[in-house]
Nanobody, 124 residues
Framework: QVQLVESGGGLVQAGGSLRLSCAASGRAFSNYAMGWFRQAPGKEREFVAVISWSYTNTYYADSVKGRFTISRDNAKNTVSLQMNSLKPEDTAVYYC?????????????????WGQGTQVTVSS
């Protein structure tokens, strides 16, 4: 059974920082891209960032570029999202997801595994 478990969410003031982590178990994800998505109340789930299995390729949504940084540790099967300069509009449930790495940014429908999500709330 594959599991992705997120942690690190919470309540933070605007301008603050949070670091989300995702631990993968059940299989090796070294040949998988690992990504983060988020879903705010009343909105569709949206892409945030993704990192290739080799660490060399990263993609970010325009709304988080320059503020968020994605990283991973294949030896530990973990992926992290460092979020700085948080804004109230970053408030959402954040989800970790995994997709086979095919040397390009994965499409949304290529993500095979999803975590349960962790809540991030940014107060103004």
């Amino acid at each position: 059974q594959v599991q992705l478990v997120e942690s690190g969410g919470g309540l933070v003031q605007a301008g603050g920082s949070l670091r989300l982590s995702c631990a993968a178990s059940g299989r090796a994800f070294s040949n998988y891209a690992m990504g983060w998505f988020r879903q705010a109340p009343g909105k569709e789930r949206e892409f945030v960032a993704v990192i290739s299995w080799s660490y060399t390729n990263t993609y970010y949504a325009d709304s988080v570029k320059g503020r968020f940084t994605i990283s991973r540790d294949n030896a530990k099967n973990t992926v992290s999202l460092q979020m700085n300069s948080l804004k109230p509009e970053d408030t959402a449930v954040y989800y970790c997801a995994a997709a086979p790495w095919r040397y390009r940014r994965p499409r949304r429908d290529e993500y095979d595994y999803w975590g349960q999500g962790t809540q991030v709330t940014v107060s103004s």
